[in-house]
């Protein structure tokens, strides 16, 4: 597994001190981040890949500083956002999937053979050919999780993947990330998701407030939340 680090990290938006002096260090395989909305979990997942730099303190990716090597750690770092249609960039499925590697340097062949094994994994082979922006919200989820995996990263953040979905469709998108191979960070207010997770982090105002095994740290957010 990777090591991601963050010293004595803090984020503002304008006057607003919205990460406060975090300092973690994160090695296990399934990490989930919870807490209050507007509580920095956000802010604090995009800072892995460098889709938001540190105010102050730095976060590393395996050593390398994210601040500095952005290009780098995205290429090992995939992110899941909330909306899949923010990440659906091309027009059919198997094409979406197929436009994470075209940095990767493979011939078209070993190309094709990756995207078909993806979109056989999350069940979406039958509809490699529509229009991806026409799927269901859960196929369009599993589509943003297989057109980050074809990539192979080392890590994949995922920023609340299951709140636009259906109690059915949530399920299943949560059974994928418990049993993804890939070390995962899930943000989340599905507390059950987190359940069978090695480490949930519990954030309040900026703050790490609760970091421990699910059982505890999810007893103590709700004690928090009431
Ligand atoms: N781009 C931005 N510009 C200004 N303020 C921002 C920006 N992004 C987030 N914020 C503010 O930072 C604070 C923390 O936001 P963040 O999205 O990290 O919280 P969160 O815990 O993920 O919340 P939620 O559960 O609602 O998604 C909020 O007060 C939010 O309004």
Do not use: W
Not at 194 to 206: P, W
């Amino acid at each position: 597994m990777s090591v991601i680090r963050f010293d004595g990290v803090g984020h503002r938006f304008g006057d607003e001190l919205v990460v406060d002096g975090v300092d973690l260090e994160l090695t296990e395989q399934r990490i989930g981040i919870v807490g209050a909305n507007g509580s920095g979990k956000s802010t604090l997942a995009r800072m892995v890949n460098g889709l938001v730099t540190p105010t102050t303190g730095t976060v590393t990716f395996d050593g390398l500083d994210v601040s500095r090597h952005g290009r780098e750690v995205r290429r090992r770092v995939g992110f899941v956002f909330t909306n899949a249609d923010t990440q659906i960039v091309m027009p059919t499925v198997r094409e979406d999937v197929a436009f994470t590697l075209r940095r990767h340097r493979l011939d078209a062949a070993t190309a094709a053979a990756r995207v078909d094994a993806v979109l056989d994994r999350f069940g979406l082979a039958e509809l490699a050919d529509r229009p991806a922006h026409r799927l269901s919200g859960g196929q369009k989820q599993l589509l943003a999780l297989a057109s980050v995996l074809v990539g192979r990263p080392d890590l994949v953040i995922a920023d609340e993947p299951t709140t636009l979905l259906d109690a059915r469709n949530a399920r299943l998108i949560a059974e994928h990330f418990a049993s993804l191979d890939e070390q995962v960070i899930v943000v989340s207010h599905q507390l059950e998701l987190l359940e069978s997770f090695d480490r949930v982090i519990v954030m309040e105002a900026g703050r790490v407030v609760a970091d421990d095994v699910p059982a505890v740290a999810l007893d103590a957010y709700r004690a928090l939340i009431g």
